[in-house]
Structure formats: C-alpha cells, structure tokens
C-alpha cells in the first residue's frame, strides 16, 4: 500500500494586486494543478522542479498546513489537514534553510524538548539519539549552543531533531544548501542509511542533483503544478533525449567527419565532438570512425543530468 | 487531550488501558509545557549582559522615580491615599513587576513577530504541540527568570536605599507571587492577541506601538490608577491592565486586604481567562486562515 497518495490535487491562490489608487485586482494562481502521485514506504523519492512549480506548496500540504482546494490526499493513512497533530507524531521535516533547534541553548536542550513533544519512550529516545550522534557526528557538538553551530553543524543538528520519533516519512527541502563538500557528502551519507536501514520514507526536494543522483531510486519532475517526469533518473536521460558525446582526437586538422548515427557539434583542429542519443552504444559509432579516420585517442563524455533537466524546465516552459 | 499513536510496533504492543492513557497524556503534556518553560528561563539566563544592563537600568529608574514621587509626595502628603514609605514602595515594586509581567510588550512578541517575518511560523504549526501553549510556557519560564533577576535585584538595591514598606506576612508574599503569576498570564493574554495580528498584517509593530502607551497608563505603571480623577479612574479599574500591576502592588502594601485580596484575585483570573479565551478563538481563525488560504 502507499504511503504517500495524491489524487488530482489543486490547490490556488488568490493574489490581490494594486490597479489603481482604491481598486484592487483579484487574481487566481494555480500553484499546484492536478497532481497525482504516490509513493510507497520505503521510497526515496528525489521532488524537483524551477521555482515557483509548486515543490512547497505540495510539501505544505503533506504537511497538513495547507489545506489542497480539490483532490484526494493521504499521507501514512491520515488525512493531513485534517489530522495535522496525529500526522505530525508520524514525520519529520527538515527544512535546508530553517530550523526547528533552540538557537540560544545547548543542542542537547533540542533533543530533550523533542522527547517530550513526541513523547518518545526513554528507552528509544536514547536508542535513536545515540544512532544519530554516531552517524552525525554529533558527540563533541551536543554542548554547543546552536547558535554556535556552523551551517553544516546545525544541519546535522536538524536532521537527528527530525528523526528522533522514528518519523515514517522524512520530508527534505534543500537539505544541503549551502553546504561544504564535505559536509554535503555526510548528510547524504546518514539520509542513505536512515532510508535503507530503517525503512523511511524519504520525499527530497532539492536544486542539487548530485543529491538525487546518489540517493533517490525514483525522480518526478514538477512543473507548473503538475508531474511532467515520473520514473528512474535514467529514464530522465531518455525522457529529456539527451546526448553523449564522443570526442575524437584525429591525427591532423580536417573537415567534419561524417559518421552514421552521431553528428558534429564543433571542431577544434584536429579534435572533433560527435553527439549521439545517450541509450545508444558507442561501439559502432567509434568502430565507423577508427574504420575511415586516423584517430590518435578519443574519450566519451557522459550527458550532465542538469543540462537534461535544464531542457526539460525550458520545454515545459515554452509548451 | 492528544493520545500518543503507537508508530513502531513496540509502542503499540503494550498500549496501556484508556483510563491510564489519558492520564499518563496529561502528564506528558505537563511535563512537555515544563520543559518548554524550563528552557525559556534558561535561554534569558543566557544573555548575561543584556540582563546586566536590564537590571541596572530598572535600578536606575527605580532611583529617579522614588526622587520624583518623594517630591510630589512632599507637596501632597497622603495623596491618592498612599503615605510616602507606601507611594516609593509601589515604584519599587511596579518596576520590578514591569518586565516580568512585560506590561510593554516583549517577551514570546518579539521572537513570533521574527517568526512571522522569516516564515518559521509554519514551523509551529506542524508541530503537534498547541500554539498557545508552547507560548505560553515560553513566557512563565521568562517571567520567572526575570522576577528573579530584574524584579528582586532592584528591590533589594530599593530597600537598602529607601524606607520601604513591605509585609512581614509570608502569606501576603505568597498570594502576591500568585497575583504576579495571574498577571503574568493577563498579560500573555493581552500580547498574545496582539502577537496574532501578524496573521493578517504581517506586522504587528504598529498594534503594539498603541498598545505601549495604552498599557503604560492604565497598569499603574506610570502613576498608581487610585490618582485618576473620576470616571477615568473608574474606567481604569475595571480595564484588563489593571491586573498587571496595581493589583499585584495593592496587595503586597496590604491596601487591598480580606476580602478585597479575594475580589482583586477574582478580577484578574476573570480578565485573564477571558483574554486566553478570545486568544484561543483568534487562533483558531489565524490558523484557519493560513491552512486555507494559504499565509
């Protein structure tokens, strides 16, 4: 059964604009216009999208703190506008750019308070906070102030805040803005090993694709308020039609070589790009080459996920 | 009251029988608004400069106004019916009270009109806690810290400077810390409603700006309300503010005794459930507001 469920879901804004000195405009915004979807338990489902597609507004609203304005939704079972409370004690929300901490006091102070909102049994509570210590990292911080806290810190301070009730689904919105290398690496890290190893649902929503490329199975696309890709990141290759590109080295400066199945998208001197579909092999195509032209080395360069998703944003935009 | 759902499956292997439930809920939930409290004293203990500076400052206005009323004293003896030890203990003891009960605004005020600005308050929203409550606690657990560091500080500076007048009955001290507590909660009341307004006006700064002024006058705070000539004086005593300082201040210099300590009680636990009340229903709207039309 899913966990997540969306069926036909709307939800508009009535924006009031100024036109004139007294008179005021109303005007309708759909900020989310017929999405379906769902997700089963244990999904890492990565969420993106341009701005203003309507990524929060769905992830208020399976939040229970945006009531849709038409549509079915149904998250662990509940209701969530209705049941906002009841669904509250069954997620996590981790949001990249606020905080849920007590910025004054000593991270613990967070933790403690968490325990009684979610009213975490003793002995779970300390299961879940020494898990989170260890695989955040989070021993010698649990003193500090959180206001003491770099970003990457804190953000690691968030995410055990968000866990410690054995949420079942764990929603992320720009879990790694604006973080290091480094520290990036290890928030994906621990989000593998709470999707993987406890089970959790995790909805991802970022602008960072290494992100998705490196934990979510499954990827939807939203734009304009509706699903425009759903499936694998690999199949978003195919969807986007994307390229890969051969690049030749020949052994002296000639003109654009003509081969069956790829075409010349620049010439430099003796190095000519060669574009072929991204689900073709480049066997055959680098056989013809070598068959007809003196090739000195050549190297095949995988299509960027972000130029693919680039086109699609732009596409959407212009359909 | 809100029962814990059995998530994993060891909660609900042992779920204990109804009646046992919701009174282990209730104290859960006692135990949670005493943490949130708890924490709040702790993050004002923080700041130990700015409480410094808080406390010498409420010194300092101790000092030039006990000068003030010494002086108007002098010109009129017993005026309002207060004898000159009474009138420079009530400045003593209503700058002790005046951040505690934050009669000017502040407190929780400050960090939800932040919230409201940055966004964080749909933060409070899906958290399972109530909105009133979490503030709520947040400001007794302020308030005690600040009774303790910017009320008795200064009073203890007062009586070593001044003649003071303050009971040696440690009932009279005990139903004037529950008066300051009943206060304490009047005036969340108060500032809790205007705080809401944020809802619809995205800022509630210029709300408060009148509500100062207004709650400076007719606290007490800026003269004792018993002064005010006529129906300005009658009006003044029955407004909610009235709860915030006179009250409290009345009892302890044994103005009000017997059974006008009951009544002064009676008005204040009135003033300050209704204002919980109409805070409640504000909210309920507030939220309404942001679920359903969206903030």
């Given at each position: 059964m899913s966990l997540i469920e969306l069926q036909d879901i709307r939800r508009s804004f009535t924006i009031r604009t100024k036109a004139g000195r007294l008179r005021r405009e109303k005007r309708e915004v759909h900020a989310v216009d017929g999405l379906s979807f769902s997700i089963d338990a244990g999904e890492c489902v990565g969420y993106i999208g341009p701005n203003g597609a309507g990524k929060s507004t769905t992830i208020k609203m399976l939040t229970g703190i945006l009531v849709p304005s038409s549509g079915r939704l149904r998250v662990a079972g509940v209701d969530p506008a209705r049941e906002r409370v009841r669904l509250a004690r069954r997620i996590g929300v981790v949001f990249g750019q606020r905080t849920t901490l007590w910025w004054d006091l000593p991270l613990r102070d967070s933790y403690e308070l968490a325990r009684r909102i979610y009213r975490i049994p003793d002995a779970r509570y300390r299961a879940n906070l020494d898990r989170c210590i260890e695989l955040l990292d989070l021993g010698g911080l649990?003193?500090?102030?959180?206001?003491?806290?770099?970003l990457g810190q804190r953000m690691r301070g968030d995410l055990a805040a968000a866990l410690l009730h054995d949420p079942q689904v764990l929603y992320l919105d720009e879990p790694t803005i604006g973080l290091d290398v480094v520290s990036k690496a290890r928030v994906r890290e621990f989000l593998r090993e709470v999707n993987t190893r406890q089970g959790t649902t995790v909805l991802l929503t970022t602008h960072d694709l290494v992100d998705i490329e490196q934990l979510c199975g499954r990827v939807m696309v939203i734009d304009h308020g509706r699903v425009v890709y759903d499936g694998s990141l690999d199949g978003l290759h195919a969807a986007g039609q994307s390229e890969r590109t051969l690049v030749v080295d020949l052994a002296e400066a000639g003109p654009a070589i003509e081969v069956a199945g790829a075409r010349v998208v620049k010439v430099e001197g003796p190095r000519q790009w060669l574009a072929f579909p991204a689900q073709q092999s480049a066997a055959p195509i680098v056989a013809a080459v070598a068959a007809r032209y003196p090739l000195a080395d050549l190297s095949v360069r995988e299509p960027a996920i972000e130029d693919v998703i680039a086109r699609m944003y732009a596409e959407v935009a212009i359909g | 009251m809100e029962i814990p759902v059995g998530l994993g499956p060891e909660n609900g292997a042992h779920a204990p029988d109804t009646g046992q439930l919701s009174r282990d809920g209730r104290w859960d939930t006692g135990r949670l608004y005493l943490a949130i409290a708890k924490g709040a004293f702790r993050r004002y203990s923080t700041y130990r400069a700015a409480t410094v500076a808080g406390t010498v400052t409420n010194t300092v206005f101790g000092f030039i106004l006990a000068y003030t009323f010494l002086a108007l004293w002098q010109a009129r003896p017993g005026l309002g019916g207060y004898d000159t030890a009474q009138a420079v203990t009530y400045i003593w003891i209503s700058q002790s009270l005046l951040v505690t009960v934050a009669v000017w605004g502040g407190g929780f005020q400050d960090e939800v009109q932040d919230r409201f600005r940055t966004g964080d308050i749909a933060i409070d929203l899906y958290r399972p806690v109530d909105f009133q409550g979490w503030w709520l606690a947040t400001d007794l657990g302020r308030a005690a810290f600040h009774l303790v560091a910017r009320g008795l500080l200064p009073t203890l500076v007062g009586a070593l400077a001044f003649h003071l007048r303050l009971p040696t009955d440690p009932l009279v001290w005990a139903v004037f810390l529950l008066t300051v507590l009943i206060a304490v909660v009047a005036s969340f009341g108060l500032r809790f409603l205007v705080s809401l307004t944020g809802f619809w006006l995205h800022d509630s700064e210029g709300i408060r700006a009148v509500m100062l002024v207004v709650a400076m006058f007719f606290s007490g705070?800026?003269?004792?309300?018993?002064?005010?000539?006529g129906r300005l004086g009658e009006l003044a005593h029955v407004l909610p503010w009235a709860a915030l300082i006179q009250i409290p201040t009345d009892i302890l210099l044994e103005r009000?005794?017997?059974?006008a300590v009951l009544t002064g009680i009676a008005f204040q636990l009135v003033w300050a459930l209704v204002l919980l009340a109409a805070g409640r229903a504000a909210q309920l709207l507030a939220t309404r507001k942001v679920v359903v039309q969206g903030g």
């Amino acid at each position: 059964m899913s966990l997540i469920e969306l069926q036909d879901i709307r939800r508009s804004f009535t924006i009031r604009t100024k036109a004139g000195r007294l008179r005021r405009e109303k005007r309708e915004v759909h900020a989310v216009d017929g999405l379906s979807f769902s997700i089963d338990a244990g999904e890492c489902v990565g969420y993106i999208g341009p701005n203003g597609a309507g990524k929060s507004t769905t992830i208020k609203m399976l939040t229970g703190i945006l009531v849709p304005s038409s549509g079915r939704l149904r998250v662990a079972g509940v209701d969530p506008a209705r049941e906002r409370v009841r669904l509250a004690r069954r997620i996590g929300v981790v949001f990249g750019q606020r905080t849920t901490l007590w910025w004054d006091l000593p991270l613990r102070d967070s933790y403690e308070l968490a325990r009684r909102i979610y009213r975490i049994p003793d002995a779970r509570y300390r299961a879940n906070l020494d898990r989170c210590i260890e695989l955040l990292d989070l021993g010698g911080l649990l003193d500090t102030p959180v206001r003491q806290l770099s970003l990457g810190q804190r953000m690691r301070g968030d995410l055990a805040a968000a866990l410690l009730h054995d949420p079942q689904v764990l929603y992320l919105d720009e879990p790694t803005i604006g973080l290091d290398v480094v520290s990036k690496a290890r928030v994906r890290e621990f989000l593998r090993e709470v999707n993987t190893r406890q089970g959790t649902t995790v909805l991802l929503t970022t602008h960072d694709l290494v992100d998705i490329e490196q934990l979510c199975g499954r990827v939807m696309v939203i734009d304009h308020g509706r699903v425009v890709y759903d499936g694998s990141l690999d199949g978003l290759h195919a969807a986007g039609q994307s390229e890969r590109t051969l690049v030749v080295d020949l052994a002296e400066a000639g003109p654009a070589i003509e081969v069956a199945g790829a075409r010349v998208v620049k010439v430099e001197g003796p190095r000519q790009w060669l574009a072929f579909p991204a689900q073709q092999s480049a066997a055959p195509i680098v056989a013809a080459v070598a068959a007809r032209y003196p090739l000195a080395d050549l190297s095949v360069r995988e299509p960027a996920i972000e130029d693919v998703i680039a086109r699609m944003y732009a596409e959407v935009a212009i359909g | 009251m809100e029962i814990p759902v059995g998530l994993g499956p060891e909660n609900g292997a042992h779920a204990p029988d109804t009646g046992q439930l919701s009174r282990d809920g209730r104290w859960d939930t006692g135990r949670l608004y005493l943490a949130i409290a708890k924490g709040a004293f702790r993050r004002y203990s923080t700041y130990r400069a700015a409480t410094v500076a808080g406390t010498v400052t409420n010194t300092v206005f101790g000092f030039i106004l006990a000068y003030t009323f010494l002086a108007l004293w002098q010109a009129r003896p017993g005026l309002g019916g207060y004898d000159t030890a009474q009138a420079v203990t009530y400045i003593w003891i209503s700058q002790s009270l005046l951040v505690t009960v934050a009669v000017w605004g502040g407190g929780f005020q400050d960090e939800v009109q932040d919230r409201f600005r940055t966004g964080d308050i749909a933060i409070d929203l899906y958290r399972p806690v109530d909105f009133q409550g979490w503030w709520l606690a947040t400001d007794l657990g302020r308030a005690a810290f600040h009774l303790v560091a910017r009320g008795l500080l200064p009073t203890l500076v007062g009586a070593l400077a001044f003649h003071l007048r303050l009971p040696t009955d440690p009932l009279v001290w005990a139903v004037f810390l529950l008066t300051v507590l009943i206060a304490v909660v009047a005036s969340f009341g108060l500032r809790f409603l205007v705080s809401l307004t944020g809802f619809w006006l995205h800022d509630s700064e210029g709300i408060r700006a009148v509500m100062l002024v207004v709650a400076m006058f007719f606290s007490g705070m800026l003269l004792p309300i018993g002064l005010f000539p006529g129906r300005l004086g009658e009006l003044a005593h029955v407004l909610p503010w009235a709860a915030l300082i006179q009250i409290p201040t009345d009892i302890l210099l044994e103005r009000r005794t017997g059974g006008a300590v009951l009544t002064g009680i009676a008005f204040q636990l009135v003033w300050a459930l209704v204002l919980l009340a109409a805070g409640r229903a504000a909210q309920l709207l507030a939220t309404r507001k942001v679920v359903v039309q969206g903030g």
